[in-house]
């Protein structure tokens, strides 16, 4: 029966962790098989170049501090701290007066004693006296209206008594004395009146006759024009026709000795 | 290779810093620091998110090492500790793809590596292996590998875990952490290969 070495015998024997009967079949089995004992040997050479790596220098080795004198603590610590806050949130709150409770009226909060609000009999009482304050100040105003309304009545009553008691003639002097001061008045605005319209009147004349004036000026100049034109344009006329005359003669008198042959 | 043992002083300042000793728990954090940030740095080759994973994995220390019960398995204990925050950053990260601009960094990474690859096989090798540093390139090797690999890989070959310590951080079978590591050597080699990164390159270049 042949051996042959498993891949994990070569690397046993590699690192040197074979038991010495198990090396020494493998030292015979590769005096036998040389390729085997080459090919462990090329194994060989890749660990020493692999070894070729050194190790690295550490930067820092940081020492380590043991809090065993106070482990204790530190595993309480945390709660410790829990419950001081605890209490110190529970003594801002008795320090700040801070209350809360919760019963059939709903859940209260607040920085004061507190305390519960009115009962419904309360706030219909309030309502009442209320009610009534308002109807008591609205009959004070109602009152005094009445008051002022008889006084005013009565002062008339009494004007009325006292107008009728007056005699006729001097009710009819009154009247005149009226009627002839209305008059003036009316007289005094007529007055106004007229002076104003004069005067505008007067503006409106002057004005349209200083326009009609100006007007006119043109108009005539514009005629003088227009005959110093015509008198232009007759004198041009007139030069042409002389001319056309004074040719036809010219021509005239070239023709005659011709007839005259 | 370099096998890092569980220091020998760690076994004691585990026990004091149970007790609440401060001063146990901070040498207990400086012996244990640069382990576990290369861890993180190797992981997403980023010192941001590795300081991020380191000072979780220390705080989360720092928390529960009460809870420990064996002292003897302290290392799995914080390595295991780390994975898992290593494992919540890259959720993280992903998260983040639902707003794309934020993920421009990791995005230009990988960006960086494709156009790398692709530089060193079509130039010279000599010339560009020249000009490029051997670390970053083993960075970018490595970055490659799925991310289950990665993590065997970085466990094993810079932090030194036995087989069974890394099944111990990872919760899974030691066969399938051995299995991890032979796809993940058989990767890097062929990748390395392409870039024309070997012994002969190495000696030249050193």
Redesign the interface.
């Known amino acids: 029966m042949s051996y042959k070495p498993t891949?994990?015998d070569?690397?046993?024997y590699l690192?040197g962790?074979l038991d010495e009967s198990a090396k020494a079949q493998l030292d015979q089995y590769f005096k036998e098989h040389p390729e085997a004992r080459t090919e462990l040997t090329?194994?060989e050479?890749?660990?020493?170049?692999?070894?070729?790596?050194?190790?690295?220098?550490?930067?820092v080795?940081?020492?380590?501090?043991?809090p065993?004198e106070n482990s204790e603590w530190l595993y309480w610590r945390k709660y410790v701290a829990i419950a001081a806050s605890i209490l110190l949130i529970i003594t801002l709150g008795w320090a700040s007066k801070f209350n809360v409770s919760y019963g059939e009226d709903g859940f209260h909060a607040g920085f004061t004693a507190l305390s519960d609000g009115l009962s419904m009999e309360e706030v219909a009482e309030l309502l009442a006296k209320e009610r009534e304050n308002i109807l008591a100040e609205v009959d004070n105003d109602l009152q005094g209206l009445q008051v002022g309304i008889n006084d005013n009545r009565s002062f008339m009553e009494n004007s009325m008594e006292r107008f009728n008691e007056l005699p006729e003639d001097q009710i009819n002097n009154l009247l005149s004395e009226q009627k002839q001061q209305i008059v003036a008045e009316m007289n005094q605005l007529s007055d106004k009146l007229t002076d104003d319209y004069r005067e505008v009147f007067r503006q409106l004349v002057v004005s349209f006759s200083n326009n009609f004036e100006t007007q006119r000026i043109q108009d005539l100049r514009n005629v003088e024009a227009a005959f110093n034109d015509l008198e232009d344009a007759i004198t041009s006329k007139q030069e042409v026709f002389e001319e056309a005359l004074y040719s036809l003669s010219v021509e005239v008198d070239a023709l005659t000795p011709n007839n005259n042959n | 290779m370099k096998e890092i043992t569980l220091m020998p002083q760690t076994d004691f300042l585990i026990a004091a810093a149970k007790n609440g000793d401060p001063i146990a728990l901070n040498q207990l954090v400086k012996l244990w620091y640069k382990r576990i940030y290369n861890f993180g740095y190797k992981y997403f080759s980023d010192h941001d998110q590795a300081m991020e994973v380191t000072q979780k994995t220390f705080i989360s220390m720092n928390k529960n090492l009460k809870t420990l019960k064996d002292e003897a398995s302290f290392k799995s204990w914080l390595y295991r500790i780390a994975a898992n925050y290593c494992h919540e950053e890259v959720r993280r990260q992903k998260r983040k793809w639902v707003f794309p601009f934020m993920k421009v960094q990791s995005k230009d990474d990988q960006d960086f590596i494709q156009n790398t690859a692709a530089t060193w096989r079509e130039s010279d090798p000599d010339r560009e292996y020249a000009q490029t540093e051997l670390k970053g390139l083993l960075k970018k090797a490595l970055k490659i590998l799925p991310e289950e690999q990665r993590m065997v890989v970085i466990m094993k070959e810079y932090e030194g875990l036995k087989i069974r310590e890394i099944a111990e951080v990872m919760s899974i079978s030691e066969n399938t952490v051995k299995s991890r590591l032979y796809y993940a050597l058989g990767s890097l080699k062929k990748q390395l290969e392409q870039w024309n990164i070997n012994k002969e390159t190495i000696h030249y270049e050193l």
């Open positions: 891949n994990e070569l690397m046993a690192y962790e090329e194994m050479e890749t660990r020493v170049l692999m070894s070729q790596w050194e190790d690295e220098e550490v930067p080795i940081p020492g380590f501090i043991q065993h």
